[in-house]
């Protein structure tokens, strides 16, 4: 089956005790929009972003989450999970995006992305669900998305086809990288495989082996 977009989603401003950055304000509450939408290498057009300290930038330009893991999580809190719940900007049909190699480039509408790394859960993502222990829950089903570097600029569409052009041979993936940044450090030693893996990650791994050594 042929991997495809969903939806495509956009956050505007919302003001919550619990959103991220010091002014109260965050882009988690995404939405999606029809038409195309400009993927640029600094991020999604129209979509606001609030705590720039960890979100955006071009390691983070896009976030993708697959239909089928907001599936399982809405089966797991007993309710529906909109495209966007999870504060993606692509949610994702038939694409094994925990299983995404990092590196590996998709060709998606006239846009070329790239897989960066995992997301990391955080407290604004809980308080936006209004589940206090989202962030363990979260962690241990280790379904995490993936964020995305933008190649080649381009407009995306729900309904887009979702093509894999390019998959590095050191096979670590997504769910790899996050499994073993949260609960399995055995196998920080081998995420040192993936050159393509962002520095601030590759370093912290780098400190966390000389740790355990």
């Not at 972003?49 to 999580?73: L, N």
């Not at 994702?92 to 998606?108: H, K, L, N, P, S």
Request: net charge negative; aromatic share 8%; with cysteine.
């Amino acid at each position: 089956m042929t991997g495809r977009l969903a939806s495509v989603n956009l956050g505007g401003v919302t003001e919550a005790e619990w959103a991220g950055d010091a002014s109260g304000r965050s882009g988690i509450d995404k939405r999606p929009v029809g038409g195309p939408v400009l993927l640029r290498v600094d991020g999604v057009a129209g979509d606001f972003i609030g705590e720039r300290a960890h979100h955006g930038g071009p390691e983070q330009a896009v976030y993708a989450y697959a239909e089928e893991d907001a599936s399982w999580w809405s089966g797991e809190m007993g309710r529906s999970i909109r495209p966007g719940g999870f504060g993606e900007n692509l949610t994702t049909y038939a694409v094994d995006v925990t299983g995404a190699v990092i590196g590996e480039q998709w060709a998606v509408g006239s846009a070329l992305l790239q897989v960066t790394k995992p997301r990391t859960p955080c407290t604004t993502f809980a308080g936006f669900w209004g589940v206090p222990d989202l962030i363990k829950r979260f962690t241990v089903r280790a379904t995490p998305g993936a964020y995305l570097r933008v190649l080649r600029e381009g407009e995306v569409g729900a309904g887009d086809p979702v093509e894999v052009v390019d998959r590095p041979a050191h096979g670590v993936t997504i769910g790899e990288v996050f499994r073993a940044l949260s609960l399995e450090p055995e196998l920080l030693p081998r995420l040192l495989d993936a050159t393509d893996l962002p520095d601030g990650v590759r370093e912290k791994v780098r400190r966390r082996l000389a740790g355990r050594s």
